[in-house]
């Protein structure tokens, strides 16, 4: 507080030519200097310049500041860990260098087609993936009121013409051979192998399974959550959603729900030896989460999904079975069922597909034998 009645407001940033200190100043009239009189003014005139540090942060925001500021107020607050992972890999790799040294205000349509077009002649990956992206920080913007106008209103999704990839799957001669041939592994991983190839599941889905989830009466699983690896904060595994967000119940072989009895037996054999030595994931009430598989290196700690294949590619190696990659064993599942005429509604359920059309879209393929029985059918008729 001066004597002269001026005062001045904490500083306001620098001025980007001069460098110097911004602060804003106001002369006012008071009709006493007592205490009472004085903090009202000042309380008046600190709300003003609230107001208009909120105004010249609209005005001056860059895209880079606005991105933090998304990435801190949204995205570590009300996202899953996969899907904050998942933006970060996306924003790590430089993707939106050529925004952030825009203004918010400053970025029109055109620069989003623009950066587009480019990508889309470059040859790049994930142009779905970096749109929704965009699309979701503009939107933000809109809503806290950085900008009036979202650039991203009326631009289609960048269109990429998809690689066409043979489907590779065990046929049904190939997985009685697999299925014989991993008897002599240990019980835990065939348990692992047989839930991807005769129940269909995912890496994340097998190593999520807790104990309480499977119903040995109806021999089915409550498949209800995955395991993510997180990279935000302290970069460890956790419980998240399952891929389509929606829990389902899985039915089991009668005969496989035998093995998988035995691996629970096994399970709890092994966390009364360990005693001290057992370090599982804790729940949110801070009690032991058991699993039906854990890890090796860390005692009834859950095994890492990704790790599955590495271990699925030494062990087929080992044996040597047809090479296939992990995931393939979840694509013979399903095509052993379609070419046993399994119906397709059955099948997406099983798999947890969002919808049957996904189903027969990636399934719809038949093996050469199923296409020579088809075709055979019309010798009938000739």
Known sequence: MRTDGKFNERTLGYDEETGKRIRKYKTVTLNSLTDRSIKKAITEFEIKVSQMDIEQITET??????????????VRLDLSPATKSHYLR?????TFDRFDNMKMKKIKK???????????????KNLSNKFSLLKSIFAKAIEWEIINENPMNGIK????????????????????????????????YRVIYKLACLVGLRESEITAIRLEKINFVNNTILIDQALKYDTE???ELVLGPTKNKKPRIVNVPEKFMNEIKEQVHAQKKLKIKSGHAWK??????????????????????????????STWHRHSKK?????????????????????????FKIIQEQLGHSDVGLTMNTYSHLTKEDKQTAIELFNKIL
């Not at 606005?66 to 949204?74: E, G, I, K, L, P």
Request: proline share 5%.
């Open 110 to 124: 055109i620069h989003i087609v623009e950066y587009f077009s480019e990508e889309k002649k470059e040859g790049r």
């Open 280 to 309: 599982p994931m804790k729940d949110e009430s801070g009690k032991d989460i058991d699993f039906l598989v854990t890890s090796q290196l860390v005692l009834g700690y859950p095994i890492l999904p990704s790790s599955l294949g």
């Open 61 to 74: 925001i860059t895209f880079a500041e606005f991105r933090q500021r998304w990435m801190d107020n949204y």
């Open 157 to 188: 999704t960048p269109r990429v013409e998809p690689r066409k990839k043979e489907l590779q799957f065990y046929d049904s001669n190939q997985l009685s051979q697999m299925l014989e041939a991993i008897n002599v592994l240990n019980l835990k």
């Open 233 to 235: 904060g302290k970069s």
């Open 319 to 343: 044996l040597g079975l047809p090479k296939l990659n992990f995931h393939a064993l979840r694509h013979s599942c399903a095509s052993y069922l379609l070419s046993n005429d399994a119906n």
């Open 90 to 94: 996306i924003l790590n790799t430089g």
